[in-house]
């Protein structure tokens, strides 16, 4: 019922891994950017095995046991370990800090496999009588702790949506889909691809996310810039609340009062169950043209960007720029064979220079890509190129979207390796509008930096994309890399990462970005959520989860600070 | 304060009016359609005189008033007859039978005029303490109900945002403006204009409606194609509510939660007054290209709209299809100097007949017009009259669009005289997807056609537009036209109307459409939102109104029925 192969202690599956062969610059680079110890290097610290470790018991009755078999049949409800240990955590540093040592102390009591809405329902309104906490689950690739039961007493159900994973109907006069929200990014696109169409959702855990999660998260795709967010794409939903059904119209538009549907969206399970969404899709591209330009500086480099966002003439699928240190660590790290290391060892990298570009220091790289036919694409080109080299920006051709495109969602298994290697890894990300972006770039970044040293984390290394823009602004998503306090205890770990966190959301803040782009508020966010809404937001909000989900019972914790 | 030269009883100012010289086919066309009486065209009812109209004593005791004089100044605070009158109705057909005839038993029994946000707040305070109902008022031209007060014993209060009517800044990098929300049409678009940039957000009430009544009913302007309705063009808004200030980030989106900001669009002074809004703005066009295309049938030209919109390639700024109903009355009743009336008269009618097209019956007009820069608007239109060509549609030229341009916002103005003339004319709007999109239409009109017939209203005339538009689908615009009852009493005649706008909105939900896509909710369509969002949706909006003003003083009754 769940993925099978699915590597528990980390992400993905376990008979997929990020090789570093062919990266013979990597470790040693690594190693002096983190200053870290040989031991760190030579010797990798494997997670704890399953069989050793132990989880509190269920704390359902038999009673309780009984009446789960009974609505949704006895394969639809796992009490075992696996199953408990799989969905007791999302996929965040933290995280996986503590899944890695075994540490579990509240997992769900019990995971369940619904079949459909009424069985949702009945769940529901059984979980309100008797107590129980109720955790929405998609792919579990939260990063924000959304789906990990609350600490107390409480017994806590996780309902995974894993049988609700179809592409119920296809409207191609409207394009539109109905879409169960347990499908996958590939349950999503395959069906919709069979018929001519894309949504265009591609989070870096497409393979693992899914559409319920996606919406319930506010969630962006790598390629919303010509897609929209999450919240863009969805037309009507379909939510079981613990009082009722909400199902929002699939008008294209409406002057019909507040809107429901963006209040839903977001709400993180914390309302309600999302079972399933009307999606407006597009016609499959026949040509993904994406290729690598390089710019002499930060600001080059976003003023052409800002310019390819506000020219009315482009319609670009995907721009992604890398500041300065992502550049190098591309250049550096990057597989020999292909991508912009191999561009740099191609001697290239003297041509470059007399040309006043440094890939490891001071160039930005800039992935831009348009989505469309033969000819569109070949004529938003002509434009975009034109109007890079306005910004003197330089085409180094496809060979680096295509190594992009290989690797667009294997850097979360580069993660676990470096979780075994003693090296601390998060990302964070905000937004903000074009006006403001490199003062909260460079609040994020100070903070940030200063954060990881006062932790112990050493000199750390911060990486910087500029993506998911707008005519108005962009979203700024960071990568911070530092060393791990030596401590094998897991709550040490995540205390270091808790202070970095902290560090740098309230630098966010205090700049004016936005607590979250598009990961969403889970546990980790929940506690600023009333700096970005204010009192009377938050109050809005508690009304609303009151009137929705009076027992409490949904997600607790997650969202709305307890 | 006000507009000086306001028409109370009606439409816009006492200096204009729509002028039918030029039109001799007007009322002979209008008496055949409707089978009006020889006496309605002969004789013309005017008004009540303000000076005959006689309203219920202002209900504020003297502390109170002296308490908004020390808030205010004296001259910001208005219990005169002229300033309550002016205040207690919008503009539907409703509002002006009512008013027409001096009936006005709720009028406000005060009129304020706050000069800031503090004002503001201190006065909900206030309201809230003494169960002073508030209604904010922008521009007043609701034709939902949506300023009138409520019946009963609670004193009224209406705050008149005329004051806050300015461009507080704008970002030309980030292209967003902060701007007040009592600033008119004009008092938007000029500063901007200056500036170089435009909002454009045309409603055919822009001189007359402010941002803020924008905001709150999510009101969609005539070049919503190109340039979004009003829940698409704010970025960020500020709401003074009885308990305290929302004031949502301008960011250009974000993950952090469910959006409020989606929640305050459309609240309609529900939750508390918007005092100001940072909106997304656009470079000025230097070209304003809007050409008529005539199509053979309503499938043809809808199969053309939905190509329009769904093409990657353009970005129309406006799209407005009427059906052949509406397209016969703009050729028979248009000036005879110009626009279609003129093409017709110009014996090109013959030559459109042996190509298969007739103005008069079964030919449906397109107004299409692209906003840019020369060059961009000219490819533009290539391809767009290739598309046309595609369905069959053949270009009328300029003629037709600058005549749609001259009389955009004049209609309002002929409603007035028809209402003089015992003509009932009111407009009702929704919108679905396009594969829906027909037989909403069908459904809609057929409901309506009945009615009329069935309210003595004769046969009645009934035309519609097709209007923004989305890739996934449009909206109905339909205005329709009957025999008033002959009772002069306004009750009687509002009755006729109500019975009209029963029968057309059952039809509407029960064919799929939405409650409204751009007018609003207000008090006329509060009876259906239940049957628009469900149970559980309405208890979800009770909830947000229970928390941000729990003395439930903001604009009672309406968005939420009593």
């Known amino acids: 019922m769940d993925m099978p192969n699915l590597r528990w202690w980390g992400w993905g599956t376990l008979d997929q891994s990020y090789s570093l ?36 018991p269920p704390r359902l009755d038999n009673a309780s046991l009984a009446f789960l078999y009974k609505l949704l049949g006895k394969e639809a409800v796992r009490t075992d370990k696996q199953a408990r240990v799989e969905h007791a955590y999302g996929k965040s540093y933290r995280d996986l800090v503590r899944i890695r040592a075994g540490y579990i102390p509240h997992p769900p009591d019990v995971v369940i496999y619904p079949a459909d809405e009424e069985q949702i329902a009945t769940l529901l309104a059984w979980a309100a009588d008797h107590d129980i906490a109720v955790i929405p689950f998609g792919g579990g690739s939260s990063v924000l702790g959304g789906v990990e039961p609350e600490p107390g007493d409480r017994p806590a159900l996780t309902l995974d949506l894993a049988r609700l994973d179809r592409v119920l109907s296809i409207d191609p006069v409207s394009r539109t889909a109905r879409i169960q929200a347990g499908a996958t990014g590939p349950e999503v696109e395959a069906p919709l691809n069979a018929r001519g169409f894309i949504l265009g959702h591609f989070p870096q855990s497409f393979e ?45 538009a409406t002057a019909a009062g507040p809107s429901l549907l963006q209040t839903l969206l977001g709400s993180e399970g914390t309302y309600g169950v999302i079972t399933e969404a009307t999606m407006r899709i597009h016609p499959l591209p026949t040509v993904q043209d994406y290729r690598g330009i390089l710019f002499r500086s930060l600001e080059d480099s976003i003023a052409a960007f800002r310019d390819l966002m506000q020219s009315p003439s482009l319609q670009p699928a995907i721009i992604r720029l ?51 036919d033969a000819e569109w694409t070949a004529q938003q080109w002509n434009l975009a190129l034109e109007l890079c080299a306005d910004h003197r920006g330089l085409s180094l051709g496809r060979m680096v979207g295509k190594s992009w495109v290989r690797e667009r969602y294997a850097q979360p298994y580069l993660r676990d390796t470096l979780l075994g290697h003693g090296v601390m890894v998060d990302t964070l990300e905000t937004a903000t509008t074009w006006s403001n972006l490199i003062h909260l770039y460079e609040a994020m970044i100070k903070a940030m930096k200063e954060a990881i040293a006062d932790t112990g984390g050493g000199p750390g290394y911060v990486m910087t994309h500029i993506s998911h823009a707008y005519p108005q602004g962009a979203s700024l998503y960071t990568t911070f890399l530092g060393r791990q306090v030596p401590d094998p205890d897991p709550l040490a770990k995540q205390a270091q990462w808790q202070a970095i966190k902290q560090a740098t959301t309230e630098a966010i803040l205090a700049a004016g970005g936005t607590l979250s782009h598009h990961h969403g508020i889970g546990r980790d966010h929940a506690p600023w959520l009333e700096k970005e809404i204010g009192a009377v937001g938050i109050e809005a909000l508690h009304a609303l989860k009151n009137t929705l989900d009076p027992a409490g019972i949904m997600n607790p914790g997650v969202l709305l600070a307890p």
């Open 322 to 372: 890398s500041d300065a240190p992502e550049t190098a660590a591309y250049a550096v790290m990057s597989h020999e064979h292909h991508g912009l290391r191999h561009l740099a060892n191609r001697l290239i990298a003297g041509y470059l220079k007399m040309q006043g570009y440094d890939l490891t220091t001071g160039s930005t790289l800039m992935l831009l890509g348009f989505d469309g």
């Open 21 to 56: 062969d062919g990266r013979p610059a990597f470790w040693p680079t690594l190693q002096q950017w983190l200053e870290l110890p040989d031991e760190s290097i030579e010797h990798e610290i494997p997670p704890v095995p399953l069989n050793d470790i132990s989880l509190p």
């Open 208 to 252: 693992f996310s899914s559409l319920g999660g996606w919406i319930a998260t506010r969630s962006g795709g790598q390629n919303s810039i010509g897609y929209g967010k999450i919240e863009h794409m969805t037309l009507a939903v379909r939510v079981v609340t613990p009082v009722g059904i909400i199902e929002t119209k699939d008008t294209p």
